[in-house]
């Protein structure tokens, strides 16, 4: 089965809210990567983490190998938060496994 | 930020023919990595890089794929021929070391086999 569960696979919030991205792991994994990607297609790096959490602006990323999940937290939803979100971690071997990706979608 | 630039961001190239893929990474980084993103799935590994040699390649790495970086140039991917499934995003990215640290991806190259 797959290594990286990622949930939900879309969503749709209203400008100002906000929720929570979810990725669980069904094998201990090393640290995680969290990214965006926008309208354009291009990637951008949100969070890397190999333990605890970080936040930077509106959001905020925990990352706990020993329960195997990762989170993602947008709050203060704004209309360029729009994309899709993949975690991303590192196994064992430092090889990344992707997430299948939340489809978010920011309503005005 | 580092920056990895890819190029071309898009190319649309004959079913048969030969396409090369180029990426600038991060100027000191070391290993270097494609990924494969057909359009609207999640991103898939094809290949790592490390001091002249590919390190691991996945299922998706086909004959047809070649991966180099000459006197430290452009790391390119090449596919030769391409097949129409071949059509999809292509990220390089690149870190400083294989444990653990952040990869950092170009904007991708978009390759559309007719």
């Known amino acids: 089965g797959d290594q990286v569960e990622q949930s939900p696979s879309a969503l749709s919030l209203h400008e100002g809210t906000g929720s929570a991205l979810r990725c669980n792991f069904t094998t201990t994994m090393r640290a995680v990567q969290w990214f965006q990607q926008n309208s354009r297609g291009s990637l951008i790096n949100l969070f890397y983490l190999a333990s605890g959490t970080k936040e930077n602006g509106r959001l905020k990323s925990t990352f706990n190998s020993k329960e195997s999940y990762s989170t993602l937290h947008i709050r203060d939803a704004q209309l360029e938060d729009s994309g899709t979100y993949f975690c991303?971690?590192?196994?064992?071997?430092?090889?990344?496994?992707w997430g299948s990706g939340t489809k978010l979608i920011i309503k005005p | 930020g580092p920056k990895v630039l890819q190029i071309p961001s898009h190319q649309i190239i004959d079913m048969g023919q030969m396409v090369t893929l180029n990426c600038d990474p991060v100027?000191?980084?070391?290993?270097f990595y494609w990924y494969k993103q057909i359009l609207g799935q999640q991103m898939e590994f094809l290949v790592n890089?490390?001091?002249?040699?590919?390190?691991?390649k996945s299922k998706l790495f086909k004959d047809q794929f070649s991966v180099e970086r000459p006197d430290g140039s452009y790391f390119t991917l090449k596919i030769q021929p391409t097949a129409l499934e071949d059509s999809a995003v292509y990220f390089c990215a690149s870190s400083p070391t294989d444990s653990g640290n952040t990869l950092y991806f170009g904007e991708g190259s978009r390759l559309i086999v007719v």
């Open positions: 100027s000191n980084h070391l290993y």
């Open positions: 991303a971690a590192a196994d064992s071997n430092y090889q990344l496994i």
């Open positions: 890089f490390y001091n002249g040699k590919v390190m691991e």
